[in-house]
């Protein structure tokens, strides 16, 4: 993975791209342990004379939590996929005419794993577009009453099981390209092997 072959410092792009993915887990792991547990402290059993306006409640704030996730996850899972895809074209062409990573044996397949981070970045945008937009769209529809209130409560908590993807894709992204790069021997001219 040498930098002076490159356009753009392909140490810098896998440092970035990296600390992207990881800034993705820790919001995946604040919307689903904290923010969806706290939109349901006390939210109230279908049965209840009060469970109407708690649903419509919970639609009024879903948007914010909704948008936190298109504004915040879908760009930076995006320049994950294009960032690792950086990284897997650059190591591949360092390593068809000489070796990568700065001379690493070890780093020759890189481009491999990069490619796999890659792929887990664009599982997490495909997933968000898949499985959790209609989710979304159903929560929200309990502000207007479009959606079954006796289902709130179920719509939520399946949104946060169903985040789990975007808790577990960026964490392996991230440790699998830290873990090839760190491998390979060489980050910022620094040896580690």
Request: charged share 10%; glycine share 10%.
């Amino acid at each position: 993975m040498s930098s002076s072959s490159s356009l753009i410092p392909t140490e810098a792009v896998v440092g970035t791209t990296v600390a992207m993915s990881f800034i993705l887990l820790g919001n995946a792991i604040t919307q689903s342990f904290m923010g969806v547990p706290a939109l349901l402290i006390g939210f109230p059993h279908p049965s209840s004379p009060s469970h109407a306006s708690a649903a419509k409640h919970l639609g009024t704030q879903w948007p914010v939590f909704w948008k936190v996730g298109n504004v915040f996850f879908r760009p930076i899972s995006t320049l994950g996929i294009l960032g690792y895809g950086y990284a897997a074209w650059a190591c591949s062409r360092s390593s068809s005419s000489t070796q990568a990573f700065g001379g690493s044996t070890s780093g020759q397949n890189a481009w491999k794993y990069y490619a796999y981070c890659a792929l887990c970045h664009l599982i997490t945008v495909v997933h968000s577009a898949v499985n959790m937009q209609p989710i979304n769209a159903k929560i929200d529809g309990l502000r207007e009453g479009k959606t079954d209130a006796a289902l709130a409560e179920y719509y939520a908590r399946k949104w946060a099981r169903l985040n789990l993807v975007r808790l577990v894709m960026p964490a392996v992204a991230g440790t699998v390209a830290l873990w090839t790069t760190l491998r390979a021997g060489r980050v910022g001219g620094v040896s580690f092997l």
